[in-house]
């Protein structure tokens, strides 16, 4: 992970309006820095938990089913993010893995070990909202959501 950002650059341009707001969270707001990249601000206690957890799998996840996350700031408030493109529908996600139910997807030998190594549900994977497209497939765009997180903040 590249820890060489300009922080309080970006903070600076984050103040004058400088970067389109992408969507919002329960945890945190999602801008676009207009390089191919996401800024997610932590909004809350959440929205930390969840910057902290995307950056660890980010880290450790070998596969590239994950956008990665390029860089986080060291108090996890502020996080950057490869851009995905947005999918409208979960039948481009089945498609693309050849599976024709949600089941089967997260039984793939590729996708099964996600579930149980990152503690993630398989109810959120499976929603198309934590999906995005980038250079023709599938990434997943908020896997920051452990069941720890759940237990502990919802
Ligand atoms: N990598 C990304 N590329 C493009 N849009 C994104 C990306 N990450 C998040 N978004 C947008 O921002 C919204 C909120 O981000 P998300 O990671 O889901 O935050 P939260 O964990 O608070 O739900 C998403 O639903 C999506 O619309
Ligand atoms: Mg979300």
Redo the contacts with the bound molecule.
């Keep these: 992970m590249n820890t060489s950002v300009d922080w309080e650059q970006i903070i600076d341009n984050l103040k004058m309006g400088n970067y389109p707001v ?9 801008y ?1 820095l207009g390089n191919d ?2 800024l ?1 601000i932590a ?1 809350n206690i ?2 930390y938990a ?1 910057n902290e957890v ?1 950056s660890f799998i980010s880290e450790i996840d070998e596969s590239d089913t994950f ?1 990665k996350v390029l860089c986080a700031s060291g108090d996890n408030h502020y996080l950057i ?6 999918i409208t529908n979960f039948a481009f996600v089945r498609s693309y893995y050849r599976v024709k139910s949600n089941r089967e997807l997260f039984r793939l030998n590729n996708l099964s070990y996600i579930p149980h190594k990152y503690n993630l549900l398989v109810s959120d994977l499976c929603r198309p ?2 999906w ?1 497209v980038r250079e023709n497939r599938p ?1 997943i ?2 896997y ?2 452990t069941g720890r997180i759940r237990r502990k903040y919802y």
């Design positions: 992408l969507g919002n969270g329960s945890g945190r707001k999602v676009d990249t996401v997610k909004k959440k929205g969840q995307e956008a993010m490869e851009k995905a493109g947005f909202v934590n995005g990434v765009i908020d920051g959501f």
